[in-house]
């Protein structure tokens, strides 16, 4: 059985810093793009930032750009998200997601196929 579990998450205050673990188990998902997105209530699920299945290409959204850090594990099986410098408006479920087709733009969330069940991130001002 295919799964991606997420791990992390919690309550922060505003500054601080938290890291998201994924875990891939039931196939190899080391050849796999990988990525988190988040989605606030209300709100569509938006892209975080992505990760070549090499490990050597990153991508970013703005809003994250140098305060958030994806990484992959030396398995290539675990992808990480290091979170720092958070903000209430980073409040948000965390979801990661992985890439079988290994194809389309990193940060479309119709590319990804195979998704976790979220964890739960919430910034106190």
């Known amino acids: 059985q295919v799964q991606l579990v997420e791990s992390g998450g919690g309550l922060v205050q505003a500054g601080g810093s938290l890291r998201l673990t994924c875990a891939a188990s039931g196939r190899t998902f080391s050849n796999y793009p990988m990525a988190w997105f988040r989605q606030a209530p209300g709100k569509e699920r938006e892209f975080v930032a992505a990760i070549s299945w090499s490990g050597g290409s990153t991508y970013y959204a703005e809003s994250v750009k140098g305060r958030f850090t994806i990484s992959r594990g030396n398995a290539k099986n675990t992808v990480a998200l290091q979170m720092n410098s958070l903000k209430p408006e980073d409040t948000a479920v965390y979801y990661c997601?992985?890439?079988?087709?290994?194809?389309?733009?990193?940060?479309?969330?119709?590319?990804?196929?195979?998704w976790g069940q979220g964890t739960q991130v919430t910034v106190s001002s």
């Open positions: 997601a992985a890439n079988s087709k290994r194809a389309g733009h990193p940060g479309s969330v119709t590319n990804y196929d195979y």
